[in-house]
């Protein structure tokens, strides 16, 4: 019984285990970094993504007492609060060696006749015998909780900060301006290519296709040097237009194999009829290979858009490195040197980058499949 057609395999259990571990490998990085970008750098510091709705517990660094001191029945007092917001002190202490030696409003004598009290709102409370100007203070180590915090301010500082290193808007429009032309041009050369390929006689048709074949394996860094140096030649060099003919040039062999296939598999009786009506091969193309192989260019689209969205070494060749020119790939390897200890910018600054794209696979994902299996089967 278990050979018979329709039956369900016994391994699909495993099939189906696989599928969800696959989706959670890929889906917790995801949803970390995005979680990670509404959080304070010190949240991101002190915890993991995952505890962010927990109220979190970390040792602060040491904070030395500040203040106007007062004059009091023969005594000298400072009063004043250590940190701002609605962080709660769970333990405290006046030495590095036992930074929660002290429970919260416990009043201790740290020496010279000093005693402080901290409070769980870290509010303090210092006397001494003799007055303190000119003196250093006490260091206090502190032991707090704070409740989760999330805002938006990553998101202001990364996308309209004036400021060279952490703003990446002109990064992000540059990389659109980038992406968007790189992904519609060679699509639509290489639909009238493919059309010629897969539908009109012309000597030489099949020497083309296996040349486009063969240029699908040409390693792209070999023609990087010749390609800019061509550029210069010409008068384009570095710019927009560069770029744009870079990402076309490698990306035409893939479009029009992957499109090429796909239209050489479309019923062979419309295009016949289409021409004994009267159409011209510009509009059997327009009216109707077109509208029929949407799939194949929806799925090329997806991987255009994602190669020149993530790329950085075509732009940096083709485009430049300087901050009115740089991309998004960029900016981010220039904030991971810079603002290495910023991880709410970084984590910020990385989601921008990721969810374009997340956004295109995810509105044109249905047709992936259909355009891939493109002229597989008859």
Excluded: C
């Amino acid at each position: 019984m278990d050979n018979i057609a329709g039956t369900r395999s016994s391994l699909q259990w495993a099939v189906h285990i696989s599928v969800a571990v696959l989706v959670a490998l890929w889906l917790f990085p995801t949803v970390g970094l995005f979680v990670s970008s509404f959080r304070t750098g010190d949240q991101i510091s002190s915890s993991g993504w995952w505890q962010a709705l927990s109220t979190q517990e970390s040792q602060l660094p040491a904070i030395r007492i500040e203040g106007e001191e007062v004059p009091a029945d023969g005594a000298f007092t400072i009063e004043g609060r250590l940190i701002a917001g609605d962080t709660t002190v769970s333990a405290w202490g006046a030495s590095s060696r036992a930074p929660k030696a002290y429970a919260p409003g416990e009043t201790v004598d740290i020496g010279d006749g000093q005693t402080l009290t901290v409070a769980e709102d870290s509010s303090f409370f210092l006397t001494s015998p003799d007055t303190t100007e000119g003196t250093r203070l006490p260091r206090v180590f502190l032991t707090a909780s704070s409740p989760p915090e999330f805002t938006f301010d990553n998101y202001r500082n990364v996308l309209f900060s004036g400021t060279a290193a952490a703003g990446i808007g002109k990064a992000f429009i540059n990389t659109l301006t980038v992406s968007i032309p790189a992904t519609v041009i060679p699509i639509l050369i290489a639909a009238f290519a493919a059309y010629a390929l897969a539908w009109m006689e012309f000597p030489g048709r099949a020497l083309l296709i296996a040349a486009i074949v063969g240029l699908l394996v040409v390693p792209l860094q070999l023609a990087l040097i010749p390609l800019l140096q061509l550029h210069n030649n010409i008068g384009i060099g570095k710019g927009y237009l560069g770029v744009w003919m870079a990402h076309t040039g490698f990306g035409l062999p893939l479009a029009i194999y992957l499109l090429r296939n796909y239209m050489v598999g479309l019923p062979r009786d419309i295009i016949e009829n289409a021409k004994v009506d009267g159409a011209s091969d510009f509009q059997i193309f327009t009216k109707i290979i077109l509208p029929l192989s949407f799939p194949a260019l929806a799925s090329f689209a997806i991987f255009q858009f994602l190669w020149t969205w993530n790329d950085l070494l075509v732009a940096i060749v083709f485009l430049g490195a300087d901050d009115d020119s740089l991309v998004l790939t960029g900016r981010l390897v220039n904030l991971m040197g810079s603002r290495g200890g910023d991880w709410e910018i970084l984590a910020t600054s990385a989601f921008i980058s990721i969810a374009v794209p997340l956004l295109v696979f995810f509105t044109m994902q249905r047709y992936l499949v259909r355009g891939l299996l493109a002229g597989s089967v008859k």
